[in-house]
C-alpha cells in the first residue's frame, strides 16, 4: 500500500529522542499490521537544531511541519541551553511552530488509569475514573503578547514587562473547540480567567458566555477564577469535565492535572488549528512532560505520554478511532499486568526501562489484534 499518511517527527532534546524511539515502533507495527501506512521525516527542533543550525527551528523545518499531516513532536529544552538569550532558547523553536502553524486549540486530557489511582499524589478515591479534558489556548496571551521586554529605567532600575491580551476572536474560537469536546463527553464547560482582577479576564468571561449562549445552549458553561481551579483540582477533580483556561493558565493547570493522573509522564496532548478549505488541519501531538535533562539518556523515561500522544494523533488528525483505542487498551494492560517505569513505580510492580515499557506496549498490541 501507498503511504498515505504524511508525519513529520521531531525527537527534540533530552528525554525527547528516547520516548520517541518507543513510539516509531509503534508506528512501525500500525504500518505493518494495520490499515494505514505512514511517510515519515524526521527533523531537528530545539537545542538539537540549535547545535547544528544555530538556530532552535529552521525555517525548512518550519515548511515541512506546515506541509505534513501532522507533527510528532518529543520535548525541548536542557541545561545546556539555559544562559543563551531568550531568542535563542530551544523552547522558541516550539513556540514559533505552534504560532505560526497557528495551533490555538492544546487539548490535555488528564485521565487516571485504575492501576495507578495509587500513584497519584490525591487519594485513590478522589482520582480513580479521573477524565478531564483541558482545553488550553496556545498561540495568543502572554506568551505572545506585546509590548514584552527587558529595560533599564533612569534610576538604574531594571523593569521586566509582559502584555496579556486577548481579542474577541481568539477567545471565541478556543472556546467553540471546548464546547465541541464537552457535547461528546458530559456537555460541562468550566471557563477559567481572573475576571476579578484582568480585563482580558472580564473580555474571556463575556465572551465565552455569548458563545455559548449563540451556539451551545445544550452546554451547562460555568465560570471559575483559576487560583480557585487550581485549588478545586486538588480538592475534588472529579468535578470537572472540560476546562477552557488561556494559554499561561492553562500551562500551570494542566500540569497540576498530569499529577492527578500518577506522574507528568503519562499526559498528551494534541495542537490543532483551524480546518482550511480543503478539510485540513494542523497539527502538533506532544507529550504535556519536558525533557528531563536529570534522566536524559538512560532508559529511564516514562514513553507512556509519548505513545497517547501517537494515539491522539490517530483519533484527531486521522479519524483511526479503533487504532487509537488498540493503543490506550495496550498502555492499560501493561499497567494493569504490573509494569511500571521509574516515575510510577509503586512497592510490588516490576521496575522497567523506556525500551521494555515500549516493548511490552507493542507485544500487547499483537495480542489484541490477534
Ligand atoms: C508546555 C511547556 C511549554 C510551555 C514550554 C516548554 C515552552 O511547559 O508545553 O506546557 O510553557 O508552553
Ligand atoms: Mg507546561
Redesign the pocket.
Known sequence: MAANKRLLVLPGDGIGPEVMREARRVVDWLDKRRAVSFAIEEGLCGGASLDKHGTPLTDETLERAKAADAVLFGS??GPKWDSLPFDKKP?RG??RLRKEMDLFANLRPAVCFDALADASSLKPELVRGLDVMIVRELTSGIYFGQPRGIETLPNGQRRGYNTQSYTTEEIRRVVRVACELARKRNKRVTSVEKANVMESGVLWREEAQKLRDAEFPEIELSHMYADNCAMQLVRNPKQFDVIVADNLFG?IL?DAAAMLTGSLGMLPSASLGAIDASGRRPALYEP?H?SAPDIAGQNLANPIAMLLSLAMTLRYSFDLLEDARLIETAVKRVLDGGARTGDIMQPGKAKVSTSVMGEMIVRELDNLAA
Open positions: 525541548v529544552g523552547e516550539l513556540l500551562d494542566s504535556v519536558g
